[in-house]
């Protein structure tokens, strides 16, 4: 299958195919050539790629009705992940619970989200019998 040239959406920057490999390595090659031919499919360079999911991040954290909206319409787990992991450091175990199912319901083959939210559980389960001996 002939490999033709693809280039970054935003910057325009000319895309290796190697490196788009690298980067999905959760498909085979046959569907990423699938994938990367298609005429109507646009991808980012890294670079332009990690920007848009901190802007992303960042207006999600910002507002609670961007937070609201993105549950409805923003399908990036890579956006999820970063907001989970920022949610459970900031102490916010709903939300990050909320972002890790996300998460795994955009990327069922995240094994590490997985396993980050069955400890998120057990850390839940642990506090709350823990405030009912305190309290
Ligand atoms: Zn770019």
């Known amino acids: 299958m002939i490999i033709s040239k693809k280039y970054c959406w935003a910057c ?3 895309l ?10 959760v498909f085979d090659e046959i569907k990423l050539k699938k994938l990367w031919n298609h005429p109507s499919l646009q991808f ?6 990690t920007k848009l999911v901190r802007r ?3 207006r ?6 961007e937070y ?7 399908f990036n787990p890579t956006v999820w992940r970063r907001l989970a992991i920022i949610y459970y450091d900031k102490g916010d175990y709903k939300r990050a ?8 319901e955009l990327d069922p083959t ?12 057990q850390k839940l389960r642990k506090s709350k019998i823990s405030s009912k001996i305190n309290g």
């Open 12 to 14: 325009k920057k000319l």
């Open 16 to 25: 290796n195919f190697d490196e788009f490999k690298e980067v999905n390595q």
């Open 44 to 49: 980012y360079c890294c670079g332009c790629y």
């Open 56 to 58: 992303d991040v960042k």
């Open 60 to 65: 999600i954290l910002l507002d609670q009705n």
């Open 68 to 74: 609201e909206q993105a549950l409805k319409s923003n």
């Open 97 to 104: 619970e909320e972002a890790y199912n996300r998460v795994l």
């Open 110 to 121: 995240d094994l590490n989200s997985a396993k980050n939210l069955r400890c998120l559980y």
